[in-house]
């Protein structure tokens, strides 16, 4: 590092011949060029090497200086015409040259020019002029750059000057004008004194730039919004104990990180780490939500299992039974529960040599379901009685035949769909962001509530659960109203072949006829009911 | 488990995020001049013709191995382009592809350049941000949240970039480390797709520019200014806050 230089000359970054200009030095200690490096009272505060430059140099006369005198400044108003000085020097020869003609036609180097020499009124008009201008190539990127290159940063230097919390938001400020509003986004929520402070800021700013935003009439509207919510950074979603043995690799695959948590307990496992008490310390310090996972059909043991737990947990059964029915005696629900409780059917999981990974997967779904359905406006699952079914399907439209497995599931569980909740599967980009697609979707689910989660989409979508659709429901009787959902249904499957209803029943269960309605012949169908485990359409 | 299949285990973050091409200023005027990003040759990829975008971030510092000041590229730009063009990639690198001798060594033995490189499909940036960055925001500012035990020991090449971008050392030096390259095959029409100009004030309202611009009717120009900054650093902190800017404005980071 050396302490003394010569001025050799000025480089141009733009090889335009406008614009400030970098001045140049070079020292007998050096080999290669050197740069000022400025203090922030504006005296040179060291000389940095640069072995490349990547711009013209137009040399000046040999020119000493020294670290600690005033920095060197230079502009070009052409290749020939530079003004070079040293600090105040420089900004009032640059004053006195602000009308040149040279920046007649350059608005947004003006503005540059007007912000270097803290002319505020000026620096307004070039911006109204540079405005005018940017409206020629489109009102859209016109107002974009109004709000973004001068209402946005007036704002954050308004705000940073107030100091305290409006001082710390002020550096992610963004400001946007709508109409007769203007939308602040903040990094940090904003409420309270500290909103009533940043909006009088805002319409202050507004009313200084009031030759570039038209006032309105009624006043400015100032509105907050809250952006990013950052997540936690570490820690689990979601907590589950394995009150018993469901498989050596299951709490393996639990533990697994697919872009969201889930922390693994086990009931019986020595050690303080991954026992029942850590669990119940984990759940009151992370606030995660609290499953319990328990096998088989016998009640004393889900009751056991949630006894020992803190409250609010969530126990997911996983049941020996293919099939849940309502009407049969039951002994897992037999007892009332003192939180939910969420049944699985068994899917020939048990027995049948399948792995950890589905009831790992299973598990997640459940999970996943929860968490969505408490943080949307959802039914919350957090009492009564619950049973959750998954399918996949196969054929030429696996997401369809799926779905009808989980109709055909309704149906012979008796089960009312009030309340369903659908997960559906295979998400990808475009249908994570829309409602889940397809005829049979909207044929047989039309009242359920989908549940779009990433961390539903993340489960489904692994490749291992192999799972297209899964659906998670109260356990709750059917009622006419389901019956008569049901008639619709059976109608809208229909129509897709253009068969089309030929009057309606009396009741839900009575025949209904249909008619095709075919380019040439009129067909005639007859549909009834037929029982299943109870009465319905089929 | 290779890092494709980690990625399709986890769920696209909601929103994509811009794509970013920095170029110097003498490059800025060519590129708006021809009104399209063009591919160039690539040796490391058997002279095919490629064009290098960055996801989400105007990634500019100098590469590790060149001090802060030692090349003075005094007026970088950043052409700031539709998300839409994710569709067209043919190639996703979760780093600068042309840096990966610098990142060799942090990555670990026996990992090749092959092993991190991903089909074109357009959600795998978006997978990745959500698999180490959880959000948009904490992947702009470089704080990834998914540590090097958190993946199972399977996930070899995801271990190996989640230890690489949470390494300090690197990130100072050449903030491409952790930013995600996208490939293309196929030159790119401005006047579609770019959105936003972030350069020079004396460049933005230069004769030419504003010609190339008015062929470009969503771009929003986004001046900085360039007195007072004698620093590479400096100029990529420019950058990075315009685009950023930009990017919060369209609700990138919501």
Redesign the interface.
């Known amino acids: 590092m050396t302490d003394a230089a010569d001025l050799i000359g000025y ?1 141009d ?4 011949g ?3 200009l ?1 001045p140049v030095f070079d020292s007998r200690d050096h080999n290669a060029l050197l ?4 203090a922030a009272d504006g005296r040179i505060a060291a000389f ?8 013209p140099i137009t040399y000046a006369v040999r020119q000493a200086t020294r670290v600690g005198e005033e920095a060197i ?1 230079a502009f070009a108003f052409a290749a020939s015409d530079i003004l070079a000085e040293r600090g105040m020097r420089f900004r009032e020869a640059l004053h006195a040259r602000i009308d040149d003609q040279a920046l007649a ?5 003006s ?2 020019v007007a ?2 020499l803290d002319l505020a009124e000026r620096r307004i008009a070039f911006a109204k002029t ?1 405005y005018e ?2 409206l ?3 009102t ?2 016109a107002d ?2 109004r ?3 001068i209402l ?1 940063p007036d704002l954050r230097y308004a705000a940073s000057r107030a100091g305290g919390e409006i001082g710390a938001l002020a550096a ?1 400020l ?1 400001a ?1 004008i709508d109409g007769n509003a203007v939308t602040i ?1 903040t990094a940090d929520p904003v409420r309270g004194a500290v909103a009533t402070s940043l909006a009088a800021i805002a319409r202050r700013e507004l009313d200084t730039l009031s030759d570039l935003y038209i006032p309105p009439r009624s006043g400015w509207t100032v509105r907050f919004s809250h ?2 919510p ?2 936690r ?2 820690g689990p979603d979601a907590l589950v104990l394995l009150a018993e043995d469901l498989g050596r690799d299951v709490g393996h695959y639990l533990a ?4 969201w ?1 889930v922390g693994v307990y086990f009931m019986g496992r020595p050690g303080p780490m991954r026992d029942l008490s850590a669990f119940n310390e984990a759940l009151g310090d992370t606030g995660a939500a609290g499953f319990v996972v328990v096998r088989g059909e016998g009640e004393r043991r889900v009751a056991d299992a949630l006894r020992e737990t803190a409250p609010g947990v969530v126990a997911i059964q996983f049941g020996t039974k293919p099939r849940y029915r309502l009407h049969d005696r039951d002994e897992a629900f037999d007892m009332s529960p003192p939180s939910a409780r969420i049944y699985v059917p068994a899917t020939g999981l048990f027995g049948s040599g399948s792995s950890g990974q589905n009831i790992a997967a299973t598990v997640r779904q459940i999970a996943a379901a929860t968490l969505a359905a408490r943080e949307e406006s959802g039914p919350r699952i957090d009492r009564g009685k619950w049973v959750y079914f998954r399918a996949n399907g196969s054929g030429p439209e696996p997401d369809s035949d799926a779905l009808a497995v989980l109709y055909d599931r309704l149906l012979a569980n008796d089960l009312s769909v009030e309340h369903l909740l659908f997960l559906p599967g295979k ?3 475009s249908r ?2 829309e409602r889940y697609p397809g005829w049979a979707y909207e044929a047989l689910f039309a009242s359920a509530t989908p549940l779009r989660d ?2 539903i ?2 489960i489904m ?4 659960s192999k799972t297209d659709a899964g659906m998670l429901l109260p356990v709750l009787p059917k009622s006419e109203r389901d019956w008569e959902e049901h008639r619709r249904a059976v109608e809208r499957v229909l129509s897709f072949p253009r068969w089309h209803a030929k009057g309606r029943p009396a009741r839900a269960h009575d025949e209904m006829p249909f008619d095709i309605d075919g380019p040439s012949r009129i067909r005639h169908l007859l549909a009834r009911p037929e029982p299943v485990h109870g009465s319905g359409w089929t | 488990l290779r890092l494709i299949d980690y990625l399709m285990a986890t769920a696209p973050t909601p929103k994509p995020l811009n794509l970013v091409h920095c170029a110097t200023v003498g490059q800025g005027f060519d590129i708006l001049d021809r009104g399209q990003l063009r591919p160039e040759e690539r040796s490391e990829y058997d002279g095919m013709d490629l064009l290098f975008l960055f996801y989400g971030r105007p990634a500019y510092k100098p590469a590790a191995g060149v001090g802060a000041s030692g090349i003075l590229d005094v007026a970088p730009i950043a052409l700031v382009l539709d998300p839409v063009l994710l569709q067209a990639a043919v190639r996703v690198v979760p780093f600068d592809s042309g840096g990966f001798a610098r990142y060799e060594a942090l990555l670990g033995p026996g990992l090749a350049r092959t092993d991190f490189e991903l089909s074109g499909d357009p959600s795998l940036p978006l997978r990745l941000v959500r698999a180490f960055y959880q959000t948009n925001r904490q992947y702009f500012d470089q704080e990834p949240v998914t540590r090097e035990k958190d993946i199972p020991l399977s996930g070899r090449a995801a271990r190996a970039y989640a230890r690489l971008i949470a390494d300090p050392a690197i990130r100072d030096m050449d903030d491409r480390a952790g930013t995600i390259e996208l490939q293309f095959s196929a030159a790119i029409p401005l006047a579609s797709a770019l959105q936003a100009i972030v350069a020079p004030a004396s460049m933005l309202d230069d004769p030419e520019v504003i010609e190339a611009l008015a062929r470009c009717p969503d771009a929003v120009p986004l001046p900085y200014k360039t007195y007072g900054r004698f620093e590479p650093l400096s100029f990529a902190n420019t950058l990075y806050e315009r685009v950023d800017t930009f990017l919060e404005s369209r609700g990138g980071f919501a």
């Open positions: 480089a970054p733009l090889r335009k406008i614009g400030f970098i740069v000022q490096r400025l940095e090497p640069v072995e490349a430059l990547d711009a400044w036609d350059r608005p947004l180097l503005i540059e912000e270097f540079a201008r940017l020629t190539l489109g859209a990127s974009s750059w709000d973004l290159s946005t992610r963004v946007r986004w952006r990013d950052r997540p950074a570490a697994e990180d697919f872009g948590r998400t990808r980009p994570a962001a990433r961390r989409a993340v979508d692994t490749g291992r």
